[in-house]
Each structure stands twice: as structure tokens, then as C-alpha cells.
């Protein structure tokens, strides 16, 4: 069976401040990793995707992902934070057709 | 520009009535998926089809709750009777898959907020 936890609900940083929102996974079979995001009052994008290959992934909007096997984590990370990245950011994890996601974190830009 | 699409986006009913609520897939995708979006709960998976057959309905209370693919165009998630804690807002996503081992990303809707009084 598939689980993640995010730790921290709400993630609070500055604008131009490093992001860093955290996700730990558990699967039986070899996983394929995910980050999504969820603006206001919208349904789900994604932002980047593990599957094999190259271990750091990088998605939209200047987001990146590592995929790190031994410390089960697929930590999401951004440079420098922009006020458009305020959303709610769900981690994911599947190894199969089914994608069980985390609790979300809620990440909050202040200028 | 391919979406999925959901109607309607917001409903409010009474407690006992009989709410429908669709989901257009994006056209060639052939596994689709229900969702629940709760503060309490997060984000819960309900059903999901491919090829229009239902894998899992795991996720789903089964006095109440119904899904159906109609046809490859159209999935649909009933609520009867309708209660207040089935309050949430829904999401359907779909994907193409090549495989039952496989997966693909999810493509989701914008959601049907629901409101039951």
C-alpha cells in the first residue's frame, strides 16, 4: 500500500525567500512521485512528476522535486518564492493506477 | 485547449434530495476518477473507472453513493438521499492509461462544490 506525509500544514515564507515544502512516502512497489497545486477555487495542476530516470525533476513555475530512495522523501523546493506561488500543495504517490495523495500544504508568500 | 469539464460547479440542496453531478473527460483519455475535497478529510479517492469499467469503488459509502461511465464522453456521480455531511467539493480527473500496471498523469476538473442544507 501506498501513503504520504507532508509535515506542515502551512508554510509561511517571504517573497524572494527560498521554498521548501516537504513530502515522505511509503510504498510496497516502486513508486512514481507527484506535486500538485491547487489555486483558490480550482480543481488540481500538475507541477512535476517522478517516475525513473533522473532522480531531481523539474517542473513548472521554477519548481523542483529530488526523488531521494533512501530517505523515502520527494521534498518540492523553489529558489526564490513568488507572491503567485500562495496555493495549497498536495504530494502524491502511486504504484499502480490509484494516486493516494498527502494532506496538502497550504504555502503562504508575504511581501 | 483540452479540459475536463464539470457540472454543475456549484450546487446547493436539501437534505434527501437526489444530486448528479457530471464530468466530461478529456476526449481519448480512457481512465477516469472521482474525488472528494473536505477540510477535514483532504482529499479522498472515491472511484475510478478505466475504460469505462469501475476498478475501485473502495472509497465510496455504497447505500448512497453511485458512479457510472454512460458512455466514454461522460461519468457521473450520484448522491442519494443527500445528506449534510456529504458537503465537499467534487473533483473528477481523467488520464490515459496504457496498461493496468501503468500510470499517467491526472488531469483534473475544476470541481462541483456541493452544499447540502
Known amino acids: 500500500a501506498q501513503s504520504v506525509t507532508q509535515l506542515g500544514s502551512h508554510v509561511s515564507v517571504s517573497e524572494g525567500a527560498l521554498v521548501l515544502l516537504r513530502c515522505n512516502y511509503s510504498?510496497?512497489?516502486?513508486?512514481?512521485l507527484f506535486w500538485y497545486v491547487q489555486y483558490p477555487n480550482q480543481g488540481l495542476q500538475l507541477l512535476l512528476k517522478?517516475?525513473?530516470?533522473?532522480?531531481l525533476v523539474k517542473g513548472i513555475n521554477g519548481f523542483e522535486a529530488e526523488f531521494k530512495k533512501s530517505e523515502t522523501s520527494f521534498h518540492l523546493t523553489k529558489p526564490s518564492a513568488h507572491m503567485s506561488d500562495a496555493a495549497e500543495y498536495f504530494c502524491?504517490?502511486?504504484?499502480?493506477?490509484?494516486?493516494?495523495f498527502g494532506t496538502g500544504t497550504r504555502l503562504l508568500v508575504s511581501p | 485547449d483540452a479540459r475536463v469539464t464539470q457540472t454543475p460547479r456549484h450546487k446547493v440542496t436539501e437534505m434527501g434530495q437526489e444530486v448528479t453531478m457530471r464530468c466530461q473527460p478529456i476526449?481519448?483519455?480512457?481512465?477516469v476518477f472521482w474525488y472528494r475535497q473536505t477540510m477535514m478529510q483532504g482529499l479522498e479517492l472515491l472511484a475510478y473507472?478505466?475504460?469505462?469499467?469501475?476498478?475501485?469503488d473502495s472509497g465510496m459509502p455504497k447505500d448512497r453513493f453511485s458512479a457510472e461511465m454512460p458512455d466514454a464522453t461522460l461519468a457521473t456521480l450520484k448522491i442519494q438521499p443527500s445528506e449534510p455531511r456529504d458537503s465537499a467539493v467534487y473533483f473528477c480527473?481523467?488520464?490515459?492509461?496504457?496498461?493496468?500496471?501503468?500510470?499517467?498523469?491526472?488531469?483534473f476538473g475544476p470541481g462541483t462544490r456541493l452544499t447540502v442544507l
Open positions: 510504498s510496497s512497489v516502486p513508486p512514481y
Open positions: 473507472f478505466r475504460n469505462r469499467a469501475p476498478l475501485d
Open positions: 517522478y517516475t525513473t530516470g533522473a532522480t
Open positions: 476526449l481519448g483519455h480512457n481512465t
Open positions: 502524491g504517490v502511486t504504484g499502480f493506477q490509484k494516486l493516494v
Open positions: 480527473a481523467s488520464g490515459l492509461s496504457v496498461d493496468s500496471s501503468s500510470y499517467n498523469e491526472q488531469f
